[in-house]
């Protein structure tokens, strides 16, 4: 019984301690390696928005080298986005991943010819 | 007051012990109802005793039919963590049979088949519902009428009337299915 | 009682005197219980004491809450589970997010194809 209460309440603080404010100095190499481009606003993010940054950053290691590039260039411009807007990609690619390979496949070729063209 | 609960414990532990079917168990229903009846009808007279017990004595059992329900909900949740607890994993039906071998000795002069049969009726009223148990038990042992009864379970003196009923058919066909022979 | 008779009905007089025999030899052990119980009883007028239960020397069981410490500490496993539950289940929305971000921010479609703006 005793037990049981203790590990319930080491469990309660380490949600807390989880939830809590991180500085940028206190996070490990590898989160502040995936993390870099948020380094200066880092302190100025809500803790919901660290808690999610942080979570995102777990997989960063598992990322090839070309991922891994993506990722850093990606991310300034993603923690920019609001909430609502983030929560409308993520809707967007996940229904974007259900559809049929071929018309994925075609969607992509449309993307990248569009591209090209911007491109000078 | 020592008087009167000398008077009564025998029966109450049997009370809760119908119900419970655990001496242990019943020996704290017991221990709790007297507190109860102690802390705050120790200046009662005599003669409104018995019905404050009474009905201090039903909340009580009550009381542990609702935890012991919780209980058993807690004790499936966390089997997999806690050492088992003998008491809350007895077989009902064993102790019974336990009961009727150990706490029954018999005196010499008093039949076997006798003992037998009282063991068979208490075991019998075990298995009732908890509120015909009850009316049962108020009516016809503690010797309350309709009313006295009612009024200590809490209910109508309808209800009163159909527990008591339905006790007494449950109760005599248990025992005719089990071969006694009562008047 | 009369062994000979059979009647349909039962008579919840002779069962009430059958379970009055029945009390009249209880075991010594529980005799001895019993009288504890009610000196038990009797004592705490006296010595009421709030808080702990009295030990009758039959607690070895962990039953439910009797006293507001049981309670207390009910109430604070109570919540702690709620908690937990709680905490659980956001931890799973967390982990279903992070990875629909990562595949975001690591696809090779760019990230405005997904982003209304």
Known sequence: MKLIILVLLCALYSTAANASDRPWNTLTPTQQEALAPMSQQWGGLSEAQQRNLLSVAQHYTALSQEEKQRFLNRLGAWSKLTPEQRQAARDKYRAFSQVPEATREQVKQIVRDDQSKKMP | MSDFLTRVERRAYKQAQFAVRDEHAALDILQDAMIKLVDKYSDKPTTELPMLFQRILQNTIRDHYRRQKVKTAWTTLFSSLVPKDEEGERDPLESLIDEGNTSSPGRPDESLQQTQTIALIEQALGKLPLRQREAFLLRYWEGLDTAETAAAMGCTEGSVKTHCSRATQALASSLRAKGVELP | ?117
């Not at chain 3, 379970?19 to 010595?47: F, I, P, W, Y």
């Not at chain 3, 539950?85 to 690591?106: C, Q």
């Open chain 3, 1 to 117: 009682m009369s062994p000979n008779k059979r009647l349909q009905d039962l008579s919840p007089e002779h069962v009430a005197r059958l379970l009055t025999q029945g009390t009249e030899h209880l075991d010594n052990r529980t005799l001895s219980a019993l009288a504890r119980v009610r000196l038990v009883a009797l004592h705490r007028c006296a010595t009421r004491n709030a808080g702990l239960t009295l030990d009758t020397g039959h607690h070895a069981h962990w039953g439910l809450p009797h006293t507001t410490s049981q309670w207390g500490v009910t109430a604070v496993l109570l919540i702690a589970i709620i908690t937990a539950g709680a905490s659980y289940w956001r931890h799973l929305h967390e982990h279903e997010m992070s990875h629909l971000d990562v595949a975001i921010l690591t696809d090779d479609l760019p990230l405005e194809v997904f982003v209304d703006h």
